[in-house]
């Protein structure tokens, strides 16, 4: 596979000298643009050295240009990748803009493009830039999500560069060929579950949503009819998929039922065990605390394992604390599930990039090392592939 890398002009861009390494060590062939602003934070030289390619830097290269090199860029590519994808760079692409190289072969291709996006969390979330992606995802580029966290600028917030092997993982997924999974139906729940106090309060859990969609991105990469019902999120849908937007257990646990008959359900979803009961209005401050009434949740996976209508291959997940692996191996036997997925939440994991996981199964327990989110996706993927065929 040879990869377009188009290198944009943020502090982010050191990044892109390990996305490089990685993908080299992967087999990938690897050709750079670099940006005028790329180029003030890292070297053609350095980006050569790692590529063991030509570094192209601008579209009034004599040579290059005689040849019409960016559309040669263009069309040698198996997939363009846009890392750091800075604002300005992401407004110049959604408004079809060719003022420089990148921006003319981005204009020019016919390939894949995968857009990753760094900046300022205030310039993630100013309306133009969420105007800008909007275009971007409705012309049919990739975008990847930004982790959140620390910046160079001292601010805290979505914005960062995903981490060079989610940004691998990303690449592989979009460039996925295979049709293992195809003539498959896959149900997939994914994030929280919202159980109202009373119409303006309620209660909830930090579930991002983001392995969930990762997952129901893997597999309709793979050629599945994805199901996807969906907890309160901000997520985007993934290409492919079908998505059933739900509020509380309730809501989804009707959701789930309505899309059976299925081949397989994946329950990603950290459903909420309680609700509390019915109060019509406000809560009003009074002298003392109110005093709520707890209502016991449906069990949507053991439900689904009981059921006259269960998918072929039933897969759980089990967010832990502490004993992760035994608390994992008694969820399963008392669920009823084949397969069981857990993971710690002990730590920073509801809305980052990564994640550690441990597979418990018949044939016993299966520990993956900490990986980003879409690479857990497209390892479960390929294994639910492999049974279901």
């Given at each position: 596979?040879?990869?377009?890398?188009?290198?944009?002009?943020g502090?982010?861009?050191?990044?892109?000298?390990?996305?490089?390494?990685?993908?080299?060590?992967?087999?990938?062939g690897?050709?750079?643009?670099?940006?005028?602003g790329?180029?003030?934070?890292?070297?053609?030289?350095?980006?050569?050295a790692?590529?063991?390619d030509?570094?192209?830097?601008?579209?009034?290269?004599?040579?290059?240009?005689?040849?019409?090199?960016?559309?040669?860029?263009?069309?040698?590519?198996?997939?363009?990748?846009?890392?750091?994808?800075?604002?300005?760079?992401?407004?110049?692409?959604?408004?079809?803009?060719?003022?420089?190289?990148?921006?003319?072969?981005?204009?020019?291709?016919?390939?894949?493009?995968?857009?990753?996006?760094?900046?300022?969390?205030?310039?993630?979330?100013?309306?133009?830039?969420?105007?800008?992606?909007?275009?971007?995802?409705?012309?049919?580029?990739?975008?990847?999500?930004?982790?959140?966290?620390?910046?160079?600028?001292?601010e805290?917030g979505?914005?960062r560069?995903?981490e060079?092997?989610?940004?691998?993982a990303?690449?592989?997924?979009?460039?996925?060929?295979?049709?293992?999974?195809?003539?498959?139906?896959?149900?997939?729940?994914?994030?929280?579950?919202?159980?109202?106090?009373?119409?303006?309060?309620?209660?909830?859990?930090?579930?991002?949503?983001?392995?969930?969609?990762?997952?129901?991105?893997?597999?309709?990469?793979?050629?599945?009819?994805?199901?996807?019902?969906?907890?309160?999120?901000?997520?985007?849908?993934?290409?492919?998929?079908?998505?059933?937007?739900?509020?509380?257990?309730?809501?989804?646990?009707a959701?789930?039922?309505?899309?059976?008959?299925?081949?397989?359900?994946?329950?990603?979803?950290?459903?909420?065990?309680?609700?509390?009961?019915?109060?019509?209005?406000?809560?009003?401050?009074?002298?003392?605390?109110?005093?709520?009434?707890?209502?016991?949740?449906?069990?949507?996976?053991?439900?689904?394992?009981?059921?006259?209508?269960?998918?072929?291959?039933?897969?759980?997940f089990?967010?832990?604390?502490?004993?992760?692996?035994?608390?994992?191996?008694?969820?399963?036997?008392r669920?009823?599930?084949?397969?069981?997925?857990?993971?710690?939440?002990?730590?920073?994991?509801?809305?980052?990039?990564?994640?550690t996981?441990?597979?418990?199964?018949?044939?016993?327990?299966?520990?993956?090392?900490?990986?980003?989110?879409?690479?857990?996706?497209?390892?479960?993927?390929?294994?639910?592939?492999?049974?279901?065929?």
């Amino acid at each position: 596979m040879r990869i377009l890398l188009i290198v944009g002009g943020g502090i982010a861009a050191y990044k892109a000298c390990e996305l490089i390494r990685l993908l080299r060590k992967l087999g990938h062939g690897v050709r750079c643009v670099l940006t005028e602003g790329g180029s003030h934070f890292v070297t053609p030289m350095t980006l050569a050295a790692l590529s063991e390619d030509q570094v192209f830097t601008t579209l009034w290269d004599l040579k290059d240009e005689a040849e019409m090199g960016h559309i040669q860029l263009s069309r040698q590519a198996t997939l363009i990748v846009v890392a750091p994808a800075t604002a300005d760079l992401i407004a110049r692409m959604a408004a079809g803009l060719s003022n420089d190289l990148a921006t003319t072969l981005l204009l020019a291709t016919d390939k894949p493009v995968l857009c990753v996006p760094a900046m300022n969390v205030r310039m993630w979330q100013h309306p133009a830039t969420v105007r800008n992606v909007a275009q971007l995802r409705a012309d049919g580029i990739i975008v990847l999500e930004p982790d959140e966290g620390p910046m160079a600028c001292g601010e805290f917030g979505p914005g960062r560069l995903p981490e060079p092997q989610a940004i691998v993982a990303a690449i592989e997924a979009a460039t996925a060929t295979t049709a293992s999974l195809a003539g498959k139906h896959i149900l997939v729940t994914a994030g929280p579950t919202h159980e109202p106090i009373d119409p303006v309060r309620y209660i909830a859990n930090r579930s991002s949503g983001r392995q969930g969609f990762a997952i129901a991105a893997a597999l309709a990469s793979r050629g599945a009819r994805v199901t996807l019902v969906a907890g309160p999120v901000s997520l985007t849908t993934p290409a492919g998929v079908d998505r059933v937007d739900v509020q509380s257990a309730l809501d989804m646990a009707a959701a789930v039922d309505a899309a059976l008959p299925v081949d397989a359900a994946v329950m990603v979803a950290a459903v909420a065990d309680w609700r509390v009961e019915a109060i019509p209005q406000k809560v009003k401050k009074g002298t003392a605390p109110p005093t709520l009434t707890l209502v016991e949740n449906p069990d949507i996976l053991a439900t689904l394992a009981s059921s006259s209508r269960r998918p072929a291959l039933l897969i759980g997940f089990a967010a832990e604390t502490e004993n992760v692996v035994d608390h994992a191996i008694a969820k399963r036997s008392r669920k009823g599930c084949d397969w069981l997925v857990a993971n710690d939440v002990s730590g920073d994991v509801f809305g980052g990039g990564e994640n550690t996981v441990h597979l418990v199964t018949d044939a016993g327990v299966e520990s993956w090392t900490r990986l980003p989110k879409e690479e857990v996706a497209a390892r479960l993927a390929d294994r639910i592939a492999e049974t279901l065929s």
